[in-house]
């Protein structure tokens, strides 16, 4: 059964970048029936998707957060990652990653979220 957690600073401070990293077990970031997202959910807001990344590595971000989201992966640690730039409060959420599955369209699997909150 697949595993996703996330890990990272709970505290980022107003301009900096947030760092964020998804450690998945129980299977492989490089299957080709799955990919790989990063979705977050502010207080008091609905869920927001970020990102993903595919099992060949290739990249797609939402086009509000395009010009301050970065999504990279290692395979050899089947980890991927999300970095921010420039974070302000409205970044504050709590963050998860998810496996999307191709065949359905749905997001079938699910860290446990972590807390980011930005504030100086």
């Known amino acids: 059964q697949v595993q996703l957690q996330e890990s990272g600073p709970g505290l980022v401070k107003p301009s900096q970048t947030l760092s964020l990293t998804c450690t998945v077990s129980?299977?492989?970031?490089?299957?080709?029936?799955?990919?790989w997202s990063w979705i977050r959910q502010p207080p008091g807001k609905g869920l927001e998707w970020m990102g993903v990344?595919?099992?060949?590595?290739?990249?797609g971000t939402s086009p509000s957060l395009k010009s301050r989201t970065s999504i990279s992966r290692d395979t050899s640690k089947n980890q991927f990652f999300l970095q921010l730039t420039s974070v302000t409060p409205e970044d504050t959420a709590v963050y998860y990653c998810?496996?999307?599955?191709?065949?359905?369209?749905?997001?079938?699997?699910w860290g446990q979220g972590t807390q980011v909150t930005v504030s100086s």
């Open positions: 998810a496996r999307w599955e191709v065949a359905t369209g749905d997001f079938g699997s």
């Open positions: 990344i595919g099992f060949h590595g290739i990249i």
């Open positions: 129980g299977d492989s970031i490089t299957r080709s029936v799955y990919a």
